[in-house]
């Protein structure tokens, strides 16, 4: 079982940033990633961005490819992800997810099952 946990979650005012931390114990391979997701009220479960651990490779949803930016610190075993100009719409739990085995990211986080997960960090933006 590959171990993953969140952290950095708080309140942030409209138009802020806030940087989540993961730390993860998946191996440096080329067929491993970690990723982000988040639960927002009313909505399923959303994919936000995975990073592949070797080639530092990245690919971002749609809807926060502008405004997310994730990253990674290889020999601390951490992956980041940093949120710019945040609105209430980004209010929600934040998940932090690691691949399980060797095809596990060539699914998307949507298909959790492939994926090792951490508890969550609650991020809620409000004036």
């Known amino acids: 079982q590959v171990y993953v946990e969140e952290s950095g979650g708080g309140s942030v005012l409209p138009g802020g940033s806030l940087t989540l931390s993961c730390r993860h114990s998946?191996?440096?391979?080329?067929?491993?990633?970690v990723g982000w997701a988040r639960q927002t009220p009313g909505k399923e479960r959303e994919g936000l961005a995975r990073?592949?651990?070797?080639?530092?490779?990245?690919v971002y949803a749609v809807s926060v490819q502008e405004r997310f930016t994730i990253s990674q610190d290889i020999y601390r075993n951490m992956v980041y992800l940093r949120m710019d100009d945040l609105t209430p719409e980004d209010t929600g739990l934040y998940f932090c997810?690691?691949?399980?085995?060797?095809?596990?990211?060539?699914?998307?986080?949507?298909?959790?099952?492939?994926?090792?997960w951490g508890q969550g960090t609650q991020v809620t933006v409000s004036s």
């Open positions: 997810a690691a691949s399980r085995t060797r095809r596990s990211c060539h699914y998307s986080l949507s298909q959790s099952d492939n994926y090792s």
């Open positions: 998946a191996a440096y391979s080329s067929y491993n990633c």
């Open positions: 990073i592949w651990i070797a080639s530092n490779s990245t």
